[in-house]
């Protein structure tokens, strides 16, 4: 059973004559007869029935009549949800993004994006989560583009958008925090509260304590900046994170570290030599447009 077999077996049923539906269809008439006889040998059943000059549906095909016709529905609602999907001015766009990037940046940009009349029927989908899973979800066609730090698999295609200063994090009523910067040193006897091992900051934090000699005392690895802030305000230890949008928001008090400045990158990425949607490809242009390098 083909396609065309179905569209055949439809057409005919409606305009009841092989000569009408060949016309309609552009196919002989004995390519129709052979094309049913064929369907009926597959199906063991008899479809049609000759009366006079037309040709009528047996039981058996009316009832397969319905089918045909879902399935060749359901064929139609694909082939149209495909277009929407090739149309610059509608579809899906699936983001996902580190959680720096949810607190401020995308709502701005969307916000922004649809300013421009044509993209308000584009719609998007949001996942936050650190920059090596975004990664692993383009293998799974799960993402269209990525928010998060810089990786080197040369797969990829990454736009430089911001980079973050890092500052050490600590409870408001930590003795520390009567101080307005502080000494790396000074967290070896603290307990760590930092990234997990899916964060391309975490090796960033760590090669700075290993520069000074430093083995952190790590009491918890967690996945996001407001995880780090909630912990750091709850006393149960400090942290060296962004001082992002809304850390005031917590009962923490940011420090700049006075050995050296260390920030983090952070881009905009998407997998190389891989089909773009014309509404993916739209939204990366603006972003690069509204970031250039």
């Not at 009841?16 to 063991?44: F, K």
């Amino acid at each position: 059973m083909n396609l065309n077999q179905l569209y055949y077996f439809q057409t005919i049923a409606e305009v009841r004559n092989y000569t009408r539906a060949g016309e309609m269809l552009y196919v002989t008439q004995s390519s129709l007869s052979h094309s049913m006889a064929t369907l009926e040998e597959e199906l063991g059943i008899p479809l049609f029935y000759k009366s006079g000059r037309n040709m009528l549906l047996t039981p058996y095909g009316t009832e397969f009549l319905e089918y045909a016709k879902r399935a060749l529905k359901e064929l139609e609602n694909g082939k149209e949800r495909i277009r929407t999907l090739l149309n610059p001015n509608k579809g899906i766009i699936r983001l996902s993004f580190v959680s720096t990037f949810s607190s401020h940046f995308i709502s701005q940009a969307i916000q922004s994006f649809y300013q421009n009349e044509e993209n308000r029927e584009i719609s998007f989908t949001f996942d936050e989560k650190p920059t090596l899973k975004i990664v692993k979800d383009f293998d799974l066609h799960m993402v269209d583009i990525g928010f998060g730090s810089y990786t080197d698999d040369k797969n990829l295609i990454f736009h430089p958008l911001m980079d973050e200063e890092l500052v050490v994090v600590v409870p408001k009523e930590h003795p520390l925090a009567e101080r307005d910067a502080v000494d790396l040193k000074e967290l070896a006897k603290e307990k760590l509260i930092i990234y997990n091992q899916s964060s391309m900051t975490r090796p960033v934090i760590l090669s700075m304590f290993e520069e000074l000699g430093i083995t952190p005392d790590i009491g918890f690895e967690v996945v996001t900046d407001h995880m780090i802030a909630s912990f750091i305000s709850n006393n149960l230890g400090v942290g060296i994170m962004p001082k992002m949008f809304g850390l005031e928001l917590y009962n923490v008090k940011p420090l700049p570290i006075i050995n050296k400045e260390l920030r983090r990158a952070l881009y905009m990425f998407r997998p190389k030599n891989t089909f773009v949607f014309p509404a993916v490809q739209k939204f990366w242009d603006f972003i690069v447009a509204e970031f250039p390098c």
